[in-house]
């Protein structure tokens, strides 16, 4: 049992199935297979030790990625690590320039090839495309991606591709999205912008599985929140997702995320059963305000409330290590399975979350809202 108070069989942590494993440094496809990534931010010092070398693995991402590299593999020699590009945030994408030119101030900027071997000599696993954000329906700006990309002869090469979250909201940009990725020579790294969640709407959730199911190449579904397991049960090579908010979506170049409120720090705690985030003060003064918490029996809380944590960096740290920790064991029931049985475990996890609704409301006496997206997953 993960939880007081309420249940989901489905969502039980199964790790038989785990073994030792290499990391696979330099091989896209053996190093993705059959694990989960994480994306860990500000506290990724702090995550990385909570993250199962088994099955799973880390992007690390900001400023301090690149520093934080070599101390973070000594303390984790088993754990796949990989350096996500500043290009993502900074660069819009155009047919001149699909890519972020990097190298010192007054140099000559690096070529493609260049940047992807630094990249790899820096100590990152893998080699990921400084790709720029490609606005929705610029078709040119993508197509130049894909030519570029193509244009390499290696196998630790990923092609990043950040869309517009436009692209999942009309037919004709998500065909073409569809066709580009099934040209690619690479495996693609996959991943929406929005100032929100940009896989949100019920149309963009229908439309990003429907990309998974009808993409051939090898994809991961990168930053994203829980639909990276609808991904992953409709064909994805791998998903990456966040410990916290903000890791789970990419920001158009230029803009702000959606507002943070100062007042109110404390994490988003990741609650498989239910198969949601919750702030913890949201729990606090909302759901537990005139009855007993829910007790979380993982390796990080050890049967703690869930909304113990406040807003101090220390706390939010914790909250993310929970997240993560929390997220594995959801994954540890996926290894080793075929898409067909990975579809029906995804869709047995979505429809048990629906079951524990009912149990919390009779706990704390009061009807809480179901997310839609829970409701189509569970279809």
């Not at 994408?93 to 071997?117: H, I, K, V, W, Y």
Request: hydrophobic share 40%; net charge neutral.
């Amino acid at each position: 049992m993960m939880f007081s108070v309420i249940s989901n069989p489905a969502t039980a942590p199964d790790f038989t199935r785990l073994s030792t494993r290499a990391v696979e440094t330099g091989d896209v496809l053996a190093l993705l297979a059959d694990r989960q990534f994480h994306v860990c931010g500000q506290n990724m010092r702090g995550e990385a030790p909570t993250i199962n070398p088994e099955a799973g693995g880390a992007f690390l991402v900001g400023k301090n990625a690149p520093k934080f590299l070599s101390d973070i593999r000594r303390a984790n020699p088993l754990l796949p690590l990989v350096v996500e590009p500043r290009s993502f945030h900074l660069h819009w994408a155009s047919a001149g320039e699909p890519f972020m030119a990097s190298g010192t101030p007054g140099m000559f900027a690096m070529s493609l090839e260049d940047e992807l071997n630094w990249q790899r000599m820096e100590g990152s696993d893998l080699a990921i495309t400084p790709t720029g954000q490609i606005r929705a329906g610029d078709s040119s700006a993508l197509k130049a991606a894909l030519a570029a990309a193509n244009a390499l002869d290696r196998k630790d090469v990923m092609l990043a591709l950040p869309m517009a979250a436009g692209w999942l909201s009309e037919e004709q940009h998500l065909k073409q999205l569809i066709v580009v990725i099934n040209r690619s020579r690479h495996p693609v790294l996959l991943m929406f912008s929005g100032s929100g969640n940009p896989v949100g709407s019920v149309k963009r959730l229908r439309a990003y599985r429907r990309l998974f199911s009808e993409v051939t190449t090898p994809t991961v579904a990168y930053r994203a929140d829980l639909v990276g397991f609808d991904a992953i049960a409709h064909g994805a090579l791998a998903s990456a997702i966040g410990s916290y908010p903000s890791l789970r979506r990419i920001t158009p170049v230029g803009q702000r995320g959606v507002s943070i409120d100062r007042e109110d720090m404390s994490p988003h705690m990741f609650i498989p059963d239910m198969l949601r985030f919750a702030r913890s003060t949201h729990m606090r003064r909302e759901w537990f305000a005139g009855t007993t918490s829910i007790q979380c029996f993982c390796v990080v809380c050890r049967g703690q409330d869930l909304d113990r944590l406040h807003g101090s960096n220390a706390e939010r740290d914790v909250g993310h290590m929970h997240n993560v920790v929390s997220i594995d064991d959801l994954y540890s029931s996926h290894i080793g399975l075929g898409l067909p049985a990975r579809r029906e475990l995804w869709r047995r996890q979505a429809a048990g979350a629906l079951d524990t609704y009912p149990q919390l409301e009779t706990h704390i006496g009061r009807p809480l809202k179901v997310d839609p997206a829970l409701t189509f997953w569970a279809s």
